[in-house]
C-alpha cells in the first residue's frame, strides 16, 4: 500500500509528450502573463476593499476593482482551459490538475456571486464587500495550489524558467 502512495507522489507532473506540449503552446506564456497581473489587481483590490469595510468611503473604486479583478479571473480561466486541452486533451479536470479545477469553480461562483450581488442589488453595500472577500479567501487558496503545481513541475523538469508551466493557470 505505501507503495502505491510513494509512486503516485514521485509520478512526473507530466508526461515527456504533455511537457513538449505545454513548452511549445503560447498559451503557456498567456497563463505566465495573466497569473502575476491577476495577482496585482487582487492585491489592490483587496486594499480598495479593506478601506471601504473600515472607512465607508470608496465603494466605486472598491467595486471597479472587484470587477477587474473577476474580469481577469474569467480570462485566465478560459485560457487555462484552453491550455489545459492543448497539454492533457481535456479542457477542465485533467488529472494532475483535478482538485484545482475543482477549487477554480468554487472561486468562479464565489466570484460571480458577488457580480450577481453587485447588479441586481440584492443586498447592501458591505454585504457585497464581504461576498468579494470570500472569493479572494478562496482565490488566495486556489493560487496557492497552482504555486505548488508550479513548483512541483519546476522541480520535476530541472528547468530554471518561469514560464514553464501552465501551473499559474488561476493564480
Known amino acids: 500500500m ?31 502573463v495573466l497569473a502575476p497581473l ?46 489545459e486541452k492543448v497539454v492533457f486533451g481535456k479542457y477542465l479536470f485533467a488529472e494532475p490538475f483535478f482538485w484545482e479545477d475543482v477549487f477554480s469553480m468554487l472561486v468562479i461562483a464565489l466570484h460571480s456571486a458577488y457580480l450577481f450581488a453587485l447588479l441586481s442589488q440584492s443586498v447592501g453595500a458591505e454585504t457585497q464587500m464581504h461576498i468579494a472577500l470570500a472569493a479572494y479567501g478562496a482565490y488566495l487558496i486556489n493560487a496557492a495550489q497552482f504555486l505548488r503545481k508550479f513548483r512541483m513541475a519546476r522541480r520535476n523538469d530541472g528547468s530554471d524558467s518561469s514560464l514553464h508551466s501552465g501551473a499559474l493557470e488561476a493564480v
Not at 502512495?5 to 507530466?14: A, E, F, Q, V, W
Not at 489587481?41 to 468611503?57: E, H, M, N, P
Open 2 to 32: 505505501s507503495q502505491d502512495i510513494d509512486k503516485k507522489r514521485s509520478k512526473p507532473l507530466y508526461s515527456a509528450s504533455e511537457r513538449q506540449r505545454r513548452d511549445q503552446t503560447a498559451w503557456t506564456l498567456v497563463q505566465g
Open 38 to 83: 491577476q495577482f496585482i489587481v487582487f492585491g489592490i483590490s483587496l486594499v480598495l476593499v479593506i478601506r471601504f469595510l473600515l472607512t465607508k468611503q470608496g465603494f466605486e473604486l472598491a467595486t471597479a476593482s472587484i470587477v477587474v479583478k473577476t474580469g481577469l479571473l474569467y480570462l485566465i480561466m478560459i485560457t487555462g482551459a484552453i491550455w
